[in-house]
């Protein structure tokens, strides 16, 4: 009987540890479950600071446009974008499914509060706001260094690529662009004559040189500047139409500010004149109007850099 009475309480409290271990063991599995299914952070440094921001972070607001097309290009949601002046190619984000988060110098941080975003995407544009920002979530500057373009851009673009788990797709994107670019290069060995930059503002004329805002096309693409001594600065250098003469360039790249802010008067009717068309650029047809789209409202990002490479591309083979 005693035997019997034995067998059983070692049975039972067997059982009551077997019992245990499985709930402890359930508990385990579930805070591990419970770990893993928490977001990764990745820590981002950038020109304006430090943030902390979440892997595929699923509310994305987007100021940058270059940012924004390669969100596009990666085919990768945002949930607010400024909507005005966006450019055609990214027309789709004028759809009122998407936050409108202000304009490009004046963010709206109440709509950008309400919406709770997972990271804001800024650059030179919104730079003031950026402390302002970073109160309402992660704020990342991307805007490219035009002293070092292409380190610059592949830099924030491996960083989206970090940040949404995109590695490989950025880099098969970037090695395109760079076999483009090598092309370029090759090709611009054996132009006869140099190129100049401008942008037309409403009837004044900006000339840009290396280092500055679109020097891109001399320090990235190899043409040979028509000016070595031009400022580098984001505003580009004030020059006159005699100026263009004096340095009849073989090329001349004009981009039209007006055609995408609404300016009073078109690049083309500004340059229509006779000190203009009696440059070498003018004479063989190599007065090249850059889409500003690309160049002044976006540039930076898979979508608007491959674009920006395409076009000159096109101009020098012509």
Not at 275 to 293: F, T
Request: hydrophobic share 40%; aromatic share 8%.
């Amino acid at each position: 009987m005693k035997k019997k009475l034995s067998l059983l309480l070692l049975t039972f409290v067997l059982a009551v540890l077997a019992a245990c271990g499985n709930t402890e063991k359930s508990n385990a599995e579930a805070d591990s479950s419970k770990n893993s299914e928490e977001p990764a952070e990745i820590k981002v440094t950038h020109e304006l600071g430090e943030d902390t921001v979440p892997v595929n972070p699923k509310k994305v607001v987007a100021f940058d446009f270059g940012v924004l097309d390669t969100l596009e290009k990666l085919g990768i949601e945002v949930a607010g974008v400024p909507q005005a002046n966006i450019p055609p190619y990214l027309s789709k984000y004028e759809d009122s499914k998407y936050a409108n988060v202000g304009s490009l110098k004046e963010p709206d941080f109440e709509a950008i509060s309400e919406l709770s975003p997972d990271v804001i995407f800024i650059s030179g544009r919104q730079s003031a706001a950026y402390e302002e920002l970073k109160k309402i979530a992660p704020t990342v500057y991307v805007g490219v260094d035009t002293t070092d373009y292409m380190n610059s851009f592949k830099h924030n673009m491996n960083l989206i690529g970090d940040i949404f788990d995109k590695k490989q797709e950025v880099a098969d994107e970037l090695a395109k662009i760079e076999e483009d670019i090598a092309a370029i290069n090759e090709k611009a060995k054996t132009i006869d004559g140099k190129s100049l930059i401008v942008l037309v503002n409403d009837g004044s004329l900006s000339a840009y040189g290396k280092n500055s805002r679109f020097g891109i096309i001399h320090d990235v693409l190899g043409l040979a500047p028509a000016d070595e001594n031009i400022e580098a600065s984001t505003h580009g250098q004030k020059v006159t139409f005699e100026y263009l003469a004096e340095k009849n360039p073989a090329y001349l790249f004009v981009i039209d500010r007006g055609a995408v802010v609404g300016g009073e008067s078109s690049g083309e009717k500004t340059l229509d004149n006779k000190l203009v068309n009696g440059i070498d650029a003018a004479k063989n047809d190599h007065i090249i109007y850059l889409d500003p789209n690309y160049w002044y409202l976006s540039g930076g990002g898979l979508l608007s850099t491959s674009e920006m490479v395409k076009e000159i591309s096109e101009a020098i083979s012509e």
